[in-house]
C-alpha cells in the first residue's frame, strides 16, 4: 500500500538581509520579509504626504522591455512634486520594481499606491495571485498568522484565530513577498493574513506589486 505524505507546512522566513527575497522562490515558503531600515528621508516624504490629509490611490501598469531599464513611473505622485524628498521616493519604488522584476523575470508590473486610514482587509484571507511586494512607508505592516492558527475553511469570515496563535506583523518599511493562491504548487497554501486596524487619525501609505506577466 502507497503511503501518502503530508507536505510539510509553508515557512516563512524574515532577515534584515536583502536576499532573504530570493527565498520567496523556494516551494517550502510562503512569506519572506526584507526587515530593512527605512532611511530617515524616506520616512519624511511619507509622513509629509500623508500629513496632506488628501485621499490618495495611484495605479500604475509597468511594462518592462528591458529588464535593466528605468522602470516608467511618470504619473506617479505628479501632484506632489513640491514636496521635499519626492524624487528620491520615486527613486526607491523604482528600485523596488527592479529589484521584484528581477526575481521573477517579470515583464509586466501592477503598481499600487495608496494612503489609507483602515483596514482595507480586516479579516484574514489568502491573495489570488502568484506573489505581491507589500510595503508600507508609513504606518504598521500587514499582519499574518503561522500554519493552523486559524481553519482555511473560515478564511473572510469573522472566526478569530486559535487563542494560542500569535499574530505576527510586519514593521514599517520592511519588503515582504507574499505568495498567494495562484503561485505554482502553492494552492491551499497561500499566507494568511489580512490589514492592521489603525487608531483614529493614524494613516499608512501602502505600496503594493503585483506579477502580471
Partial sequence: ??????????????????????DAL?????????????PEHLAAFASTLLAQCEPLAESLSIELVDIDAEPDLRGLLNGYSDLPGQAA??????????????LLDAR??????RALDG???????????????????????SQWLRE???????????????????VEQIGCGHVALVK????????????????PTLPAGERRLLLTLDWLA
Fill in 108 to 113: 509586466c508590473i501592477g503598481l499600487r499606491l
Fill in 89 to 102: 521616493f520615486l527613486a526607491d519604488v523604482a528600485w523596488l520594481v527592479r529589484a521584484y522584476a528581477c
Fill in 26 to 38: 523556494r516551494d517550502d515558503v510562503n512569506l519572506a520579509v526584507w526587515q530593512r531600515n527605512l
Fill in 148 to 166: 493552523g492558527a486559524l481553519s482555511r475553511q473560515h478564511l473572510g469570515g469573522p472566526q478569530a484565530p486559535d487563542e494560542q496563535a500569535v
Fill in 119 to 141: 483596514a482595507m482587509c480586516p479579516r484574514f484571507h489568502v491573495d489570488h495571485v502568484p506573489l505581491r511586494l507589500i510595503t508600507s512607508y508609513a504606518g504598521p505592516g
Fill in 1 to 22: 500500500m502507497l503511503a501518502f505524505k503530508t507536505p510539510p507546512q509553508p515557512l516563512q522566513i524574515s532577515s534584515e538581509r536583502i536576499d532573504v527575497l530570493g
Fill in 180 to 195: 498567494g493562491e495562484r503561485w505554482v504548487g502553492n494552492e491551499g497554501r497561500g499566507l494568511i493574513h489580512r490589514s
